[in-house]
């Protein structure tokens, strides 16, 4: 069983900066993180391979960088110049393949850790 445990997340002003981390009991082929505003559906953010291959929504292109340390197996997302939109409840997933930026190429979820930006 894949442990994802999430921390970083927080409430900050339009503008701010949050920095995501992820620990996993184990590094996968695929990682990355979605996010879930009340009332809309789950969606991928930003994701990375083991080749180090990341793909972003189009919304938090030029502000969100994810990246991966495999020596210890964690996750991070810089999220930077932060809007109300981009506040919502963010999951650190996992996939044992390549890609992993559908929900249903997820085989790992967290718990989730809660990120609000206020204006």
């Known amino acids: 069983e894949v442990q994802l445990v999430e921390s970083g997340g927080g409430s900050v002003q339009v503008g701010g900066s949050l920095r995501l981390s992820c620990a996993a009991s184990s590094p996968r082929l695929c990682m990355g993180w979605f996010r879930q505003a009340p009332g809309k559906e789950r969606e991928g953010v930003a994701t990375?391979?083991?080749?180090?291959?990341?793909t972003y929504t189009s919304s938090v292109k030029g502000r969100f960088t994810i990246s991966r340390d495999n020596a210890d197996s964690t996750l991070y997302l810089q999220m930077n110049n932060l809007k109300p939109e981009d506040s919502g409840m963010y999951f650190c997933?996992?996939?044992?393949?390549?890609?992993?930026?559908?929900?249903?190429?997820?085989?790992?979820w967290g718990q989730g850790t809660q990120v609000t930006v206020s204006s």
């Open positions: 990375i391979n083991s080749r180090t291959i990341t």
């Open positions: 997933a996992a996939a044992d393949k390549w890609s992993c930026f559908k929900q249903t190429d997820i085989g790992y």
